[in-house]
């Protein structure tokens, strides 16, 4: 499987500084001309032509270019060698730059760019193409996924509109990386623009040919994409050709509703409709954009709640959580499409012919398990039909944080009227505790919408919110250390104090619970998981009855019910119910002596601790 440097390896590139010389003179203003600009078709014959530079992308291998005087074509001077590296090469992840002048030239004359190439291994390169001059790159052109052999073939890549390259600085670019994880060499030679007339111009296309209606607001912006520029090649075959939007002719019926720039900005500025068309070198494009605007538009409503409590999975008041993608387009069932739009300054998501659509986070997936709430905003722009509902469905990827791992786990809520309104916003402020099918959200993975009758909708401030209400399992903080006088305490169990010896902290009483001693921020602490009972075995009876409290540090997220107890012989002891914990935090108490009466306070051989969930306890001692 070949491996790519990068999903869009045109957009990641660097050139290395250049010196810039600027002169200067005194003329006159008579003595200014019309600039004239080179027509020199070549770019290299047998070496540079006239004026030509070299620079690599980004990430590619420094000197993976190379002029050959070996292999050549037709026996020609020289030739373009390009090495590409083997994956994890540590030069570089692949083979790319680009040829360009610093002064354009004029290929109005010509209708394509022809080179000849082969290789040592049978491949297919990446990306080849013209218009990259490492800086606006306006006129790019290019062909992917071009097939090359090991004997010399000639190669054409036609121009969209020649009549746009008046003053083009990008003369030749390639990108290529290893094929099937190995690298390889290959040439490319006699590398120059022509006049062949044989290539004919197919009918180009925006929106990849579909005429699509949306509706829009005062503010929305969007772009013109699905760009498709094709070609009849000389060997009667098709062949399409990557293209930037400035090669487009774009115009709007109603510049009163909307504008449309030369590269497809569209901008909605009043009310009205207006359909946006747009042309190459004279031949109207298949597709267009037909956009109602309804006025000004009513943002959701504005988040209050603080970022330190907030995961954010899409919205512009919170930084965003790394996510794979708002829309996943699975197939074969998904029908929905994305029309996201920006509307002064707010992005907006906007899913079309919605049945469902998915929004992925899973690298890393999200830990939400001390997250109380999901915020969802959603606006339906149309009439709300009879049966309408919304359904929200939130996917936790289990420990091994991986999709169809085995032990994924989804759970979905369904929304209906009155909760649903149209044409205005919905804030769905969602407890997670309703999603009662999923037994954790520490490794969330995918929210995904769903729906019956409702064709279309917006979203925004889509995020996890924290209330407070949500207590860590485990403590994330030590217990707060006491700071009694050593000579006023007798310590059963803490590092601030030296404890009693020999106390057997978990003796075995028959009890279900699970004790052990872990590290809270490097302090020993007990841990009582799954509390039904569980005692502490004095080494010998201690005399308390000079201290007048039994101070302890407790903490817990899913108690209900916790006692502490005193014993002496007999037994004789009494029990000392506990506040169970409503939220986040150590709980410090300091309990009067007395009130464990009738227990001897002169012989005290054990403590008992009853109740439910799993606790943490440090800090047990008797004080003055």
């Known amino acids: 499987m070949k491996r790519y440097a990068t999903s869009n390896l045109v957009k990641l590139l660097s050139l290395s500084a250049m010196a810039l010389a600027v002169f200067s003179c005194e003329n006159e203003p008579e003595d200014f001309q019309e600039a004239s600009y080179s027509k020199n078709p070549q770019v290299f014959i047998d070496n540079f032509s006239t004026g030509l530079n070299y620079a690599s992308f980004g990430g590619a291998v420094a000197n993976a270019f190379q002029v050959d005087n070996e292999v050549t074509y037709n026996n020609s001077a020289a030739s373009m060698r390009f090495d590409v590296p083997n994956v994890n090469d540590a030069s570089g992840a692949y083979a790319g730059g680009s040829f360009f002048t610093t002064v354009g030239r004029n290929l109005t004359d010509y209708d394509a760019l022809t080179f000849w190439a082969k290789s040592s291994v049978a491949a297919t390169i990446d990306v080849v193409g013209f218009g990259n001059d490492f800086g606006e790159n306006k006129y790019q052109a290019s062909i992917s996924g071009m097939q090359i052999s090991t004997v010399w073939r000639k190669y054409i890549i036609p121009i969209p509109d020649p009549s746009k390259l008046t003053v083009e600085k990008g003369m030749f670019f390639i990108s290529e990386g290893p094929e099937n994880g190995s690298g390889y060499t290959f040439w490319i030679d006699e590398v120059k623009f022509e006049k062949l007339g044989t290539i004919n111009p197919q009918q180009p296309q925006i929106l990849g040919g579909q005429n699509e209606v949306q509706t829009s607001y005062v503010g929305v912006t969007s772009t013109i994409d699905g760009l498709v520029c094709a070609f009849n090649m000389p060997n009667g075959i098709n062949q399409g050709v990557n293209v930037t939007p400035a090669y487009f002719n774009f115009t709007s019926s109603n510049p009163a509703v909307a504008t449309v720039d030369e590269v497809g900005n569209v901008s909605t500025i009043g009310s009205g409709t207006a359909v946006i068309t747009a042309s190459v070198n004279g031949v109207d494009a298949l597709g267009s954009l037909t956009l109602n605007s309804q006025g ?44 996201d739009f920006t509307v002064n300054g707010d992005n907006v998501l906007n899913y079309t012919n919605f049945n469902f659509v998915g929004i992925e986070f899973s690298t890393p997936t999200i830990d939400a398990s001390l997250m109380s709430h999901l915020n969802v ?30 032990n994924d786990v989804g759970f979905t809520l369904t929304f209906t009227a009155p909760t649903l309104i149209s044409q ?15 037994p954790s959200r520490a490794h969330l993975g995918q929210l995904i919408f769903e729906g019956t009758n409702i064709t279309n909708f917006y979203a925004d401030n889509i995020y996890f919110e924290s209330d407070g209400s949500v207590i860590p399992t485990t403590p994330t903080t030590a ?14 169990f803490s590092d601030a104090y030296t404890n009693v010896p020999g106390s057997d902290l978990t003796p075995n009483w028959g009890q279900l619970t699970t004790a052990s001693q872990v590290s809270i921020a490097g302090n020993n602490t007990l841990k009582y998981a799954g509390l039904n009972y569980q005692g502490l075995q004095l080494a010998s009876g201690i005399d308390v009855s000079g201290r007048n409290f039994l101070h302890l540090d407790y903490y817990s997220a899913n108690s209900t019910a916790l006692n502490v107890y005193l014993i002496s012989p007999g037994p004789v002891e009494k029990l000392y119910a506990l506040t169970v914990p409503t939220t986040a935090g150590w709980n410090s108490v300091d309990i009067p002596l007395a009130s464990f009466a009738p227990v001897n306070l002169t012989n005290v051989i054990q403590l008992k601790f009853d109740g439910s969930g799993d606790i943490f306890l440090d800090n047990i001692l008797f004080r003055n």
């Open 377 to 406: 905003s959603i606006y339906i722009p149309n009439a709300l039909p009879g049966g309408a509902n919304f359904r929200v469905r939130l996917v936790d990827f289990g420990a091994d944080g991986a999709f169809g791992g085995g």
């Open 424 to 438: 205005g916003w919905t804030n769905l402020h969602i407890p997670l505790a309703n999603f009662t099918g999923l």
């Open 479 to 492: 217990a707060p250390t006491p700071s009694y006088p050593a000579a006023n305490v007798t310590s059963i």
């Open 296 to 339: 000004a538009f009513q943002p959701a409503p504005l988040p209050t709640a603080d970022a330190a409590d907030v995961i954010s999975i899409f919205s512009d008041v919170y930084p965003n959580a790394p996510v794979n993608y708002y829309n996943g387009y699975w197939q074969p069932y998904q029908n929905t499409q994305s029309a």
